[in-house]
């Protein structure tokens, strides 16, 4: 008995939990959202438009130094746009779960709840990254990188506003393909360096699951590049000034809809992770930053699929301009905020779809990726030829 | 040459006191009657040796038996009934774990309640509740049935 | 340990004060471990639904023990289970805290005599709050789990984790060899 | 040997053994599986329990009758007060006690209520092993309101203790019955919800149907009880098959389905709880107003004899075989429990299955560990 310390704590009173579930707070979570929206939207006007204007106006973008000084802060800036999506994501989706599941989600910490995250991030930060005895170590802390980076790079292809794009590549179409399969690496891998069972089993899932959505996912992009003849975003989104492509391109458009959420691992295709069956599947033996960094490309990926579906499908930036010059800076960054808008809805069609749906078995993610998806991407990509066939004669 | 057992009747069911090695052509021959249903199988120890319960019961008609017999300390045998009813696979091995009942025949008699490697059946009286042996525990003389015609003495439910 | 050591405070006062920080973060992002054991992991499940919530304190089930801070004995450990209660403890990263929910496994409850059971959890693991009941109810341990937050984030209590447990129990002992008081 | 078992490596090359459990959020508790995988298929399953093991049987024997309804509360702990049924009813037996009108259906209304409780935290944490979590909550928050309910008279929410030989411990809360009408005409607005989020959700019905087929021969000769057996065509229940308390003037189906697989075995559920919902509704209504709620008992329980009585709980046919020697402590208690016999299916059940179909199984087989193992 002598080791224990002296129960020093005798004097303190818990705090009750002062909080009355009956009466929840909406003025102060609204508040709080709209800090979210207002602060993301803040920081996408700043790396996209104030800090390539004034770079461009200073004309620091001939000389050599200049550019690779630009190159770092936009890094910085995008990198800064990913960790403030994730944050934000990660505290909205509890919330927003709570919400449905009739609970109230993380409220004590910050007002209505806003600085849980922060908290996460910093205990993860000070938390033991562990390593078990019979992990590949090279491979084991490289995979949650590969994953980070993958969803991360993702972003610089996304267009928020007319000319505010990071890279503006006229490959762009075939960039998210590449990014997005290379995340597939990340989960492969990590699931397999760590030499545990459940992880190996994950990584056999996530393999079998990413390869055969990118399939699909591949030809529904592609279906989109044809009929809109370019394969760069922006020329995507200028070709929807007047139809949105969700009403020629509907078909592509489910495909995309299907595949992203598996590309998402999120439910009912959570099969990788499957907390009930695997664990934590390829994530199993993480800890610390390195499950914090496949945490954080989770919810990049829930901030990105949805962006791209409003880039490809849903009109990307358009919108009401009121008369201004689409040129203007006022113009460009009224743009930026249709496109968050959108952005923002579909996550919520996205979050709503995990909070109610079970998971599928392996061998139905197969059947439905192999027989029910694919003949309907090639499909919808005979049809999207056949769309522009009949434009270009008429 | 025919089956040593006594019945009498106990509240709805029908209860046969039966010699051990007649307890399982007792029981196949219940089989036969339609009694398909396992209810229970209870080890019990008797401080002069251990007994095994069984409760059947007829789906067809709810009627119900209970057949039970006494084996000694040192030879504590019996043959195995999974066959009949796999459904007292498990049941034979909590009794042969908890009380020491062994069942000839059985497919995988193992520990099943307890950790592999102990040694103690705890159920048994001879332990007190904590596992520790009772100091001066002497087991009591064996109850000898002469004749199965006459009801067995002192079998009922146990002498204190 | 991780990154910064919490049982040395350092005279250092700017390394000093990120520790408070770090010890802020860790006791507003508890995440216990799923592990239930009897009856008490009902209330537990019941702690973090709608009626209490415990979520809304940051708190959220991990599968993984390398993802948890925090494991909860919720219910009667064994000698067949304990091995492996002491090898999850084992196995959950730095830094780690154990809250023992309910009369069991604070020592034993109603089964304490018996032959199969460890008479409290901290025989094995090293336990830093006791909540009472049985089971206790989901308020109960929301109010442990505040306490377990207060414990680690104030200052002025200098709260001192037990490292080891109170005694080195041998967990594949076999009853009458146990060198407990035997029940007579 | 000392230490935990050890699992001998297997002998093919393309055979993975896993160990699933004991710390494993799809085994409800901790049961502990090894599991052989071929990719995601099945090969081999084998059950190892007593991680619960709880000496219930001794220490029963080290005390008096009424000091027992305690421990047998927490078998089956999350139907709690329905485990205590069969051992009160074997005493009641062994002493001739008569118990009262007025008590007898008091009796079934608090076991109608814990079946309902208990089946939703098996639907809850049942989906929660299929991938949803949104059920789980739901259950959990209508589960809350039985539990006050029961508080409210019994004094404690989970294992109340509130049965005694000859009736119930003390007469219910004067608000008792109107909060039960008010309970089920809320549950009865909440079960088309459960219905739409699982019995008739497409994801859930490909999971679920011809998963896990228990053909009826095998469910009879494994001595499988309640829902699973049920599921599986045979219609045995012992509320019907030996009658107890008030349930033989109360009318109700015993809801059984013929094909036997997880679908089947959460339908049966399912009915249960519709089937539940009306027995409690006529229990009300024939509860004797004015009357006694707990019959005469001898001061000095002096149980001699042997007898067993069966009840159907949640999970099925539990059992009590008391043998009591003429003093005031058993000679011997055995416990027959549903789940103990419910899982000795699952190397019948999961090989061959997917890895994920032996998840669903194992949730539609619901078992609590508590009384597995005791």
């Given at each position: 008995?002598?080791?224990?310390?002296?129960?020093?704590?005798?004097?303190?009173?818990?705090?009750?939990?002062?909080?009355?579930?009956?009466?929840?707070?909406?003025?102060?979570?609204?508040?709080?959202?709209?800090?979210?929206?207002?602060?993301?939207?803040?920081?996408?006007?700043?790396?996209?438009?104030?800090?390539?204007?004034?770079?461009?106006?200073?004309?620091?973008?001939?000389?050599?130094?200049?550019?690779?000084?630009?190159?770092?802060?936009?890094?910085?800036?995008?990198?800064?746009?990913?960790?403030?999506?994730?944050?934000?994501?990660?505290?909205?989706?509890?919330?927003?779960?709570?919400?449905?599941?009739?609970?109230?989600?993380?409220?004590?910490?910050?007002?209505?709840?806003?600085?849980?995250?922060?908290?996460?991030?910093?205990?993860l930060?000070?938390?033991?990254d562990f390593a078990p005895a019979n992990v590949d170590p090279l491979i084991f802390r490289l995979a949650p990188a590969i994953t980070f980076v993958s969803a991360f790079l993702?972003?610089?292809?996304?267009?928020?506003?007319?000319?505010?794009?990071?890279?503006?590549?006229?490959?762009?179409?075939?960039?998210?393909?590449?990014a997005s399969t290379l995340g597939a690496y990340g989960v492969v891998l990590g699931g397999l360096a760590q030499g545990g069972k459940w992880g190996m089993l994950g990584a056999f899932r996530a393999g079998a699951q990413l390869v055969?959505?990118?399939?699909?996912?591949?030809?529904?992009?592609?279906?989109?590049?044809?009929?809109?003849?370019?394969?760069?975003?922006?020329?995507?989104?200028?070709?929807?000034?007047?139809?949105?492509?969700?009403?020629?391109?509907?078909?592509?458009?489910?495909?995309?809809?299907?595949?992203?959420?598996?590309e998402l691992k999120?439910?009912?295709?959570d099969l990788p992770e499957a907390e009930?069956?695997l664990i934590g599947g390829f994530n199993t033996e993480y800890s610390g930053m390195s499950f914090a960094f496949f945490f954080l490309a989770e919810f990049v990926e829930?901030?990105?699929?949805?962006?791209?579906?409003?880039?490809?499908?849903?009109?990307?930036?358009?919108?009401?301009?009121?008369?201004?010059?689409?040129?203007?800076?006022?113009?460009?960054?009224?743009?930026?905020?249709?496109?968050?808008?959108?952005?923002?809805?579909?996550?919520?069609?996205?979050?709503?779809?995990?909070?109610?749906?079970?998971?599928?078995?392996?061998?139905?993610?197969?059947?439905?990726?192999?027989?029910?998806?694919?003949?309907?991407?090639?499909?919808?990509?005979?049809?999207?030829?056949?769309?522009?066939?009949?434009?270009?004669?008429? | 040459?025919?089956?040593?057992?006594?019945?009498?009747?106990?509240?709805?069911?029908?209860?046969?006191?039966?010699?051990?090695?007649?307890?399982?052509?007792?029981?196949?021959?219940?089989?036969?009657?339609?009694?398909?249903?396992?209810?229970?199988?209870?080890?019990?120890?008797?401080?002069?040796?251990?007994?095994?319960?069984?409760?059947?019961?007829?789906?067809?008609?709810?009627?119900?038996?209970?057949?039970?017999?006494?084996?000694?300390?040192?030879?504590?045998?019996?043959?195995?009934?999974?066959?009949?009813?796999?459904?007292?696979?498990?049941?034979?091995?909590?009794?042969?774990?908890?009380?020491?009942?062994?069942?000839?025949?059985?497919?995988?008699?193992?520990?099943?309640?307890?950790?592999?490697?102990?040694?103690?059946?705890?159920?048994?009286?001879?332990?007190?509740?904590?596992?520790?042996?009772?100091?001066?525990?002497?087991?009591?003389?064996?109850?000898?049935?002469?004749?199965?015609?006459?009801?067995?003495?002192?079998?009922?439910?146990?002498?204190? | 340990?991780?990154?910064?050591?919490?049982?040395?405070?350092?005279?250092?006062?700017?390394?000093?004060?990120?520790?408070?920080?770090?010890?802020?973060?860790?006791?507003?992002?508890?995440?216990?471990?799923?592990?239930?054991?009897?009856?008490?992991?009902?209330?537990?499940?019941?702690?973090?639904?709608?009626?209490?919530?415990?979520?809304?304190?940051?708190?959220?089930?991990r599968n993984s023990p390398r993802q948890?801070?925090?494991?909860?004995?919720?219910?009667?450990?064994?000698?067949?289970?304990?091995?492996?209660?002491?090898?999850?403890?084992?196995?959950?990263a730095?830094?780690?805290?154990?809250?023992?929910?309910?009369?069991?496994?604070?020592?034993?409850?109603?089964?304490?005599?018996?032959?199969?059971?460890?008479?409290?959890?901290?025989?094995?693991?090293?336990?830093?709050?006791?909540?009472?009941?049985?089971?206790?109810?989901?308020?109960?341990?929301?109010?442990?789990?505040?306490?377990?937050?207060?414990?680690?984030?104030?200052?002025?209590?200098?709260?001192?984790?037990?490292?080891?447990?109170?005694?080195?129990?041998?967990?594949?002992?076999?009853?009458?060899?146990?060198?407990?008081?035997?029940?007579? | 040997?000392?230490?935990?078992?050890?699992?001998?490596?297997?002998?093919?090359?393309?055979?993975?053994?896993?160990?699933?459990?004991?710390?494993?959020?799809?085994?409800?508790?901790?049961?502990?599986?090894?599991?052989?995988?071929?990719?995601?298929?099945?090969?081999?399953?084998?059950?190892?329990?007593?991680?619960?093991?709880?000496?219930?049987?001794?220490?029963?024997?080290?005390?008096?009758?009424?000091?027992?309804?305690?421990?047998?509360?927490?078998?089956?702990?999350?139907?709690?007060?329905?485990?205590?049924?069969?051992?009160?009813?074997?005493?009641?037996?062994?002493?001739?006690?008569?118990?009262?009108?007025?008590?007898?259906?008091?009796?079934?209304?608090?076991?109608?209520?814990?079946?309902?409780?208990?089946?939703?935290?098996?639907?809850?944490?049942?989906?929660?092993?299929?991938?949803?979590?949104?059920?789980?909550?739901?259950?959990?928050?209508?589960?809350?309101?039985?539990?006050?309910?029961?508080?409210?008279?019994?004094?404690?929410?989970?294992?109340?203790?509130?049965?005694?030989?000859?009736?119930?411990?003390?007469?219910?809360?004067?608000?008792?019955?109107?909060?039960?009408?008010?309970?089920?005409?809320?549950?009865?607005?909440?079960?088309?919800?459960?219905?739409?989020?699982?019995?008739?959700?497409?994801?859930?019905?490909?999971?679920?149907?011809?998963?896990?087929?228990?053909?009826?021969?095998?469910?009879?000769?494994?001595?499988?009880?309640?829902?699973?057996?049920?599921?599986?065509?045979?219609?045995?229940?012992?509320?019907?098959?030996?009658?107890?308390?008030?349930?033989?003037?109360?009318?109700?189906?015993?809801?059984?389905?013929?094909?036997?697989?997880?679908?089947?075995?959460?339908?049966?559920?399912?009915?249960?709880?519709?089937?539940?919902?009306?027995?409690?509704?006529?229990?009300?209504?024939?509860?004797?107003?004015?009357?006694?709620?707990?019959?005469?008992?001898?001061?000095?329980?002096?149980?001699?004899?042997?007898?067993?009585?069966?009840?159907?709980?949640?999970?099925?046919?539990?059992?009590?075989?008391?043998?009591?020697?003429?003093?005031?402590?058993?000679?011997?208690?055995?416990?027959?429990?549903?789940?103990?016999?419910?899982?000795?299916?699952?190397?019948?059940?999961?090989?061959?299955?997917?890895?994920?179909?032996?998840?669903?199984?194992?949730?539609?087989?619901?078992?609590?560990?508590?009384?597995?193992?005791?």
């Amino acid at each position: 008995m002598s080791r224990m310390p002296l129960p020093l704590d005798r004097h303190i009173k818990p705090k009750l939990v002062g909080y009355d579930p009956t009466r929840p707070r909406p003025g102060v979570e609204r508040l709080a959202y709209t800090l979210f929206f207002g602060s993301l939207w803040a920081l996408v006007v700043v790396a996209y438009g104030l800090v390539p204007a004034l770079f461009r106006s200073q004309g620091w973008l001939d000389g050599a130094l200049g550019f690779f000084f630009y190159a770092v802060i936009e890094a910085l800036l995008a990198f800064g746009i990913a960790a403030v999506v994730a944050l934000i994501l990660i505290v909205v989706l509890r919330k927003y779960l709570g919400k449905v599941q009739e609970r109230v989600g993380p409220m004590h910490y910050g007002p209505a709840g806003v600085l849980q995250t922060v908290f996460d991030a910093l205990k993860l930060l000070g938390k033991e990254d562990f390593a078990p005895a019979n992990v590949d170590p090279l491979i084991f802390r490289l995979a949650p990188a590969i994953t980070f980076v993958s969803a991360f790079l993702m972003l610089v292809a996304v267009p928020v506003a007319g000319g505010w794009v990071m890279a503006d590549l006229n490959v762009g179409l075939l960039f998210i393909v590449a990014a997005s399969t290379l995340g597939a690496y990340g989960v492969v891998l990590g699931g397999l360096a760590q030499g545990g069972k459940w992880g190996m089993l994950g990584a056999f899932r996530a393999g079998a699951q990413l390869v055969s959505y990118e399939v699909p996912l591949a030809l529904a992009l592609l279906a989109v590049g044809v009929y809109s003849g370019s394969l760069r975003l922006s020329d995507i989104v200028e070709h929807q000034q007047g139809l949105w492509h969700v009403v020629p391109m509907f078909i592509p458009f489910l495909v995309y809809l299907v595949a992203s959420i598996a590309e998402l691992k999120s439910t009912p295709f959570d099969l990788p992770e499957a907390e009930s069956e695997l664990i934590g599947g390829f994530n199993t033996e993480y800890s610390g930053m390195s499950f914090a960094f496949f945490f954080l490309a989770e919810f990049v990926e829930l901030f990105l699929l949805p962006a791209l579906v409003v880039v490809l499908f849903f009109g990307g930036w358009h919108g009401p301009l009121f008369g201004l010059d689409p040129a203007s800076f006022a113009a460009q960054a009224l743009q930026s905020f249709y496109f968050l808008v959108k952005t923002a809805v579909w996550v919520w069609i996205f979050m709503w779809i995990r909070a109610t749906l079970p998971r599928f078995r392996d061998d139905q993610l197969m059947d439905l990726a192999w027989k029910g998806l694919l003949p309907l991407a090639l499909f919808g990509l005979i049809l999207a030829a056949f769309l522009r066939m009949f434009v270009e004669v008429v | 040459m025919s089956l040593r057992f006594k019945t009498r009747e106990e509240f709805d069911e029908v209860v046969y006191a039966v010699h051990p090695e007649d307890y399982r052509p007792l029981l196949e021959q219940l089989k036969g009657e339609g009694f398909d249903y396992p209810r229970n199988l209870t080890g019990m120890d008797l401080e002069y040796g251990l007994r095994v319960v069984v409760h059947l019961t007829r789906l067809a008609d709810g009627a119900k038996v209970t057949v039970y017999t006494d084996v000694p300390y040192d030879a504590p045998e019996l043959p195995s009934i999974t066959d009949l009813w796999p459904g007292f696979e498990w049941f034979e091995r909590e009794a042969y774990d908890l009380v020491g009942v062994r069942f000839r025949g059985h497919p995988d008699l193992r520990r099943i309640l307890t950790e592999d490697h102990w040694t103690i059946h705890p159920l048994q009286k001879r332990y007190d509740t904590g596992g520790y042996e009772l100091p001066g525990w002497q087991p009591k003389p064996w109850p000898e049935v002469a004749d199965w015609e006459e009801a067995p003495e002192g079998d009922e439910g146990g002498e204190a | 340990m991780g990154l910064l050591g919490s049982e040395a405070r350092p005279q250092n006062i700017i390394v000093g004060t990120l520790d408070d920080v770090i010890n802020l973060a860790r006791s507003r992002s508890l995440w216990p471990l799923t592990f239930g054991i009897a009856c008490c992991a009902i209330e537990m499940m019941a702690a973090w639904t709608p009626k209490v919530d415990a979520d809304r304190l940051g708190m959220f089930f991990r599968n993984s023990p390398r993802q948890a801070d925090l494991m909860i004995i919720s219910g009667t450990v064994n000698k067949k289970i304990a091995s492996r209660v002491k090898r999850l403890y084992e196995q959950l990263a730095e830094p780690k805290w154990v809250v023992s929910m309910g009369a069991c496994a604070n020592q034993g409850g109603p089964f304490r005599q018996g032959y199969s059971v460890v008479e409290g959890v901290d025989k094995i693991v090293p336990v830093d709050v006791y909540v009472p009941g049985c089971p206790p109810r989901p308020e109960a341990l929301l109010q442990g789990l505040l306490l377990l937050r207060d414990k680690i984030a104030d200052r002025k209590l200098r709260y001192q984790q037990p490292r080891v447990a109170l005694t080195d129990y041998d967990v594949f002992a076999e009853p009458g060899k146990d060198g407990r008081v035997p029940v007579l | 040997m000392r230490g935990p078992t050890q699992i001998l490596p297997t002998d093919r090359a393309d055979e993975m053994l896993i160990n699933m459990g004991p710390q494993h959020p799809a085994t409800h508790g901790v049961l502990k599986v090894v599991i052989g995988l071929e990719g995601e298929r099945v090969t081999r399953a084998v059950p190892h329990i007593g991680f619960l093991h709880r000496n219930h049987e001794k220490i029963e024997e080290a005390r008096t009758y009424p000091q027992i309804i305690t421990y047998t509360d927490r078998m089956d702990y999350v139907s709690g007060l329905q485990n205590e049924l069969p051992f009160i009813l074997a005493v009641e037996d062994l002493l001739g006690v008569e118990v009262p009108d007025r008590a007898k259906y008091l009796r079934v209304i608090f076991f109608e209520l814990y079946r309902l409780a208990s089946h939703l935290v098996w639907l809850g944490t049942g989906m929660l092993d299929f991938g949803a979590i949104t059920p789980f909550l739901y259950t959990f928050r209508d589960r809350e309101r039985i539990l006050e309910i029961v508080e409210k008279t019994a004094g404690a929410r989970m294992l109340p203790n509130y049965f005694t030989f000859g009736g119930v411990r003390r007469d219910v809360h004067p608000d008792f019955f109107k909060d039960v009408a008010d309970f089920l005409d809320f549950f009865e607005k909440r079960l088309p919800d459960y219905y739409a989020l699982v019995l008739d959700s497409p994801v859930f019905q490909a999971r679920a149907v011809g998963v896990g087929v228990l053909p009826k021969e095998r469910a009879i000769a494994r001595g499988a009880s309640g829902p699973v057996l049920r599921a599986s065509g045979v219609a045995y229940d012992v509320r019907k098959a030996e009658p107890y308390d008030a349930y033989p003037e109360i009318e109700f189906e015993v809801p059984v389905r013929e094909e036997g697989d997880v679908y089947a075995r959460f339908w049966v559920r399912f009915k249960e709880m519709e089937e539940s919902i009306k027995i409690i509704r006529q229990a009300i209504e024939k509860t004797p107003k004015v009357g006694p709620y707990k019959g005469k008992v001898p001061a000095r329980m002096k149980v001699k004899g042997s007898r067993y009585r069966a009840v159907e709980i949640s999970r099925g046919h539990l059992g009590a075989h008391v043998v009591g020697d003429g003093t005031d402590r058993p000679y011997r208690i055995k416990h027959r429990s549903p789940s103990f016999a419910n899982l000795q299916l699952i190397p019948d059940l999961l090989v061959g299955a997917r890895f994920a179909d032996a998840i669903a199984i194992l949730s539609s087989l619901d078992p609590v560990f508590g009384e597995v193992d005791r």
